[in-house]
């Protein structure tokens, strides 16, 4: 069946980079786009982006932008999130999640990773 | 970017009893070529991450017990909880897939009153 499966839980210190990764299961890994969300401690769920697991085309929110990068391993079917110059605020749960749709962007989602707990701290 | 707001942050109901989360777009989420309404609903639970729930503004993914039901279209979207259960207590977010810079709600909180 399908899964995604996220790497372990990290703790960093302000100023550090982060990298996350996505196992992909059970299905062909380069049919179906990849998208990152995050969830700071009782707050909402933020989209951050997405890759095309086929190209390595990126696409982030402004939010992001210049400190994000997003890129894949198509020969261990894996999808990586790397977050720089992390602050307090960067602290969250940082999940990954699958379209519904082959080759398609924009789409909801049906299969989440667990999710991956993020501590920025001095 | 497209801002989804939802209503209201959090709701008591009682068991058994309807429970209404609202969803407003800033803009229209409905897609002319196909007649779509690009929003889904999804449950979350403590220490899990999302679940589908609704796709297309109102049909039920697979699984999902019928008490769930969305409706809506253009800029206004509804999630109904005809009888409300114990074990639907749970956060309840909108999500927006119109465009490739996906949006969700702020979330619902909903509780057993």
Redesign the interface.
């Known amino acids: 069946q399908v899964q995604l499966v996220q790497s372990g839980a990290e703790v960093k210190t302000p100023g550090a980079s982060l990298k996350v990764s996505c196992k992909a299961f059970g299905y062909t890994f380069t049919d179906y786009y990849i998208h990152w969300v995050r969830q700071a401690p009782g707050q909402g769920l933020e989209w951050m982006g997405w890759i095309s697991p086929v190209s390595g085309d990126t696409g982030f929110t402004q939010k992001f932008q210049g400190r994000v990068t997003m890129t894949r391993d198509t020969s261990i079917s894996t999808a990586y999130m790397d977050l720089s110059r992390l602050t307090s605020d960067d602290t969250a749960v940082y999940y990954c999640a699958r379209a519904d749709l082959p080759r398609t962007i924009n789409y909801y989602f049906n299969y989440w990773g667990q999710g991956t707990v993020v501590t920025v701290s001095s | 970017?497209i801002v989804m707001t939802q209503s209201p942050d959090s709701l008591a109901v009682s068991l058994g009893e309807r429970a209404t989360v609202n969803c407003k777009s800033s803009q229209s989420v409905l897609y002319s070529a196909n007649n779509k309404n690009?929003l889904?609903w999804?449950q979350?639970k403590p220490g899990q991450?999302?679940?589908?729930l609704i796709?297309w503004a109102s049909t039920r993914?697979s699984g999902v017990p019928d008490r769930f039901s969305g409706s809506g279209s253009g800029t206004d979207f509804t999630l109904t909880i005809s009888s409300l259960q114990a074990e639907d207590v749970a956060?309840y977010?909108c999500?927006q897939?119109?465009?490739?810079?996906?949006?969700?709600?702020?979330?619902t909180r909903l509780e057993i009153k």
């Open positions: 970017d690009y889904a999804y979350q991450p999302p679940k589908l796709y993914e956060v977010y999500q897939y119109l465009t490739t810079l996906i949006t969700f709600g702020q979330g």
